[in-house]
Each structure stands twice: as structure tokens, then as C-alpha cells.
């Protein structure tokens, strides 16, 4: 079936650097690419989303980018802080059905 | 604050027992959601209702039911439930429900199976 695989599981950055994050979906009908971050204890929440129809975007200090054509996208936090530790997940929707299919998420640690 | 309510937020029960979950969805939104999330696992979709019908099924157990009633607010029925059962379940709101719009996800409710 269709699958998002997501990587790395782990990454810990220092605090200032850039982290980035990288999804593989395999249904070339998908056109919609969100990222969610879920923080301890609480639900996810979209911090980002592309569509198809653009290749970047950008809001502050965080980034999505997609390139249709090797059906990837990633994720990219620059200057990183510590209220940006968290688990992140990407998803992307399945043109026949209504579902969103998930990464199985990456927990960021920032370190002072 | 998402706007979309869970409760409860705890809930402790035995093995083959049968416990009820419930979801308010951020008024206006006609799709809610059901996942279930284990211990640093990922997020497991089980199930879509969009103005009172079921859309998608994900991995739902048999054991497991769910309806969204006139008002919109949803329930997951968990029944016959065993220690691998324990989780937490996520409910989410959207507006439409077509896949391609922001989830509200609410705070979860922590289900512990002993």
C-alpha cells in the first residue's frame, strides 16, 4: 500500500544550527505535503503545509520544500531553540481516499 | 488551545473491559477523526466521520466502533480490551475532511489497560 517513510527517527542538533528532515511518499497522485509537531503531552499541530503546485515555502524560520519528481520532501528549522524540541511528522494525502498518510515522526532534540 | 475537547483525559480499566471516549470538535468542523497513538510510536489512523458518516477506515480493530452523532461530537468504543490496547487516542476536527485541509488535533485521552 501507499507509505510515507520518514528519516532520521532521531536528530539532536545543537542549539542555533539548522535541523533538517526528509519524507518519501510513493503515490505520485499526492499533492498535499503538511508537517505537524507534537509536543510532550500534547496533540499534533500543523506548524506547515505545501501544495504540489509550488516547490518552497517558507514561514520565519521554518521551510518546506518538495521535488515531485524523486516524490520527497523535507523539513527545515534554521537557527533551532529549545522550545523547538519535539517530534515532527509529515504527512501526505492519497488522491482516492480522504485519509492523510504519516511518517512514523522524528523526535528533534535541541541541545544548549 | 485547538478548540477540539476529549475527554476523559485519564482513563485506567482491566483487561476485557469496554470504555467509551469522547470528542467535541472545533465548532464548524464537519469531519472528525480517530488515531491511536502507542508509546513513541507514530500515529495510527483508525477511523473518519464527516457530517454523521463514516468516510475512511483505517486500521480499526473489530473490537473497536465509533459514530458521530447529529451534534457533530464523535465517540470510540473500545471493547474486549487487552494490555496491548493501552495508548493514547488522538480525535481530530476539520472543516471538510477531503484530505487536503489543516487537523485540530485535541489533547488525547490516555487509556492505560492493566
Known amino acids: 500500500g501507499e507509505n510515507v517513510e520518514q528519516h532520521p527517527s532521531t536528530l539532536s542538533v545543537q542549539e542555533g544550527d539548522s535541523a533538517v528532515i526528509k519524507c518519501t511518499y510513493s503515490d505520485s497522485a499526492s499533492n498535499y505535503f503538511p508537517w505537524y509537531k507534537q509536543e510532550l503531552g500534547k496533540g499534533p499541530q500543523l506548524i506547515i503545509d505545501i501544495r504540489s503546485n509550488v516547490g518552497e515555502k517558507k514561514d520565519q524560520r521554518i521551510a518546506v520544500t518538495l521535488n515531485k519528481t524523486a516524490k520527497h520532501f523535507s523539513l527545515h528549522i534554521t537557527e533551532t531553540q529549545p522550545e523547538d524540541s519535539a517530534v515532527y511528522f509529515c504527512?501526505?494525502?492519497?488522491?482516492?481516499?480522504?485519509?492523510?498518510?504519516w511518517g512514523a515522526g522524528t523526535k528533534l532534540i535541541i541541545k544548549p | 488551545d485547538s478548540g477540539v475537547t476529549q475527554t476523559p483525559k485519564h482513563l485506567i480499566t482491566a483487561t476485557g473491559q469496554r470504555v467509551t471516549l469522547r470528542c467535541s470538535p472545533r465548532?464548524?468542523?464537519?469531519?472528525v477523526y480517530w488515531y491511536q497513538q502507542s508509546l513513541d510510536q507514530g500515529l495510527q489512523f483508525l477511523i473518519q466521520y464527516y457530517n454523521g458518516e463514516e468516510r475512511a477506515k483505517g486500521n480499526i480493530l473489530e473490537r473497536f466502533s465509533a459514530q458521530q452523532f447529529p451534534d457533530l461530537h464523535s465517540e470510540l468504543n473500545l471493547s474486549s480490551l487487552e494490555l496491548g490496547d493501552s495508548a493514547l487516542y488522538f480525535c481530530?476536527?476539520?472543516?471538510f475532511g477531503g484530505g487536503t485541509g489543516e487537523l485540530f488535533f485535541g489533547e488525547g485521552s490516555r487509556l492505560t489497560v492493566l
Open positions: 481530530a476536527s476539520s472543516v
Open positions: 504527512a501526505t494525502n492519497m488522491d482516492s481516499n480522504y485519509q492523510l498518510i
Open positions: 465548532s464548524g468542523d464537519l469531519s
